[in-house]
T-cell receptor
Framework: NAGVTQTPKFQVLKTGQSMTLQCAQD?????MYWYRQDPGMGLRLIYY???????DKGEVPNGYNVSRLNKREFSLRLESAAPSQTSVYFC????????????FGPGTRLTVT | QKEVEQNSGPLSVPEGAIASLNCTYS??????FFWYRQYSGKSPELIMF????GDKEDGRFTAQLNKASQYVSLLIRDSQPSDSATYLC?????????????FGSGTQLTVLP
């Protein structure tokens, strides 16, 4: 089992460029999440998907879109990257019965110049 | 005021000592509390959770909860250099709120050999 995988691991974008962060899990979890982590700010929820076919906004959704492609995959898109989106992005997944026990992917370190 | 507050540290303790990590939360109705450990450059992993007032022990780790004071702590006994990491406190909100984990900004712990 690979658990939660994310691609790419590192990315540098110029302001205004777009990109999609990919996430996949092989644990048959219903719920998936996208967080960003900035120094001194902890983990902040961007979007989540409670189940296949549903997505909801988290604490900091502006500038992002998501797609729950199927039960395994949950992608995060930046349509027009801004320097304020420089961060480490984590994808996570959890069982429906234990939503708090979230399994995290290795992260994507994104720099927007 | 942030919903979940932690001292950012860094906290340094000598090997073999007790490390005490503290967390306060603002949602008085919160029911469930979690500690995640994050090694430098890695993703967070769940290490402890507690629901009831009092202490919960798991090996060298003890979680303590005082709902009246809205305070949760993590004690690490016989600290080892391998315990050096950032510890994130997370809170599951009360019913009726958005049912997602809220994380503190983390406390960086260094255990000195």
């Amino acid at each position: 089992n690979a658990g939660v995988t994310q691609t790419p691991k590192f990315q540098v974008l110029k302001t205004g460029q777009s990109m999609t962060l990919q996430c996949a899990q092989d644990m048959n979890h219903n719920s998936m999440y996208w967080y960003r982590q900035d120094p001194g700010m902890g983990l902040r929820l961007i979007y989540y998907s409670a189940s296949e076919g549903t997505t909801d906004k988290g604490e900091v959704p502006n500038g992002y879109n998501v797609s729950r492609l199927n039960k395994r995959e949950f992608s995060l898109r930046l349509e027009s990257a801004a320097p304020s989106q420089t961060s480490v992005y984590f994808c996570a997944s959890s069982e429906a019965r234990t939503l708090y026990e979230q399994y995290f992917g290795p992260g994507t370190r994104l720099t927007v110049t | 005021q942030k919903e979940v507050e932690q001292n950012s540290g860094p906290l340094s303790v000598p090997e073999g000592a007790i490390a005490s990590l503290n967390c306060t939360y603002s949602d008085r109705g919160s029911q469930s509390f979690f500690w995640y450990r994050q090694y430098s450059g890695k993703s967070p992993e769940l290490i402890m959770f507690i629901y009831s007032n009092g202490d919960k022990e798991d090996g060298r780790f003890t979680a303590q909860l005082n709902k009246a004071s809205q305070y949760v702590s993590l004690l690490i006994r016989d600290s080892q250099p391998s315990d050096s990491a950032t510890y994130l406190c997370a809170v599951w909100p009360s019913s009726g709120s958005a049912r997602q984990l809220t994380f503190g900004s983390g406390t960086q712990l260094t255990v000195l050999p």
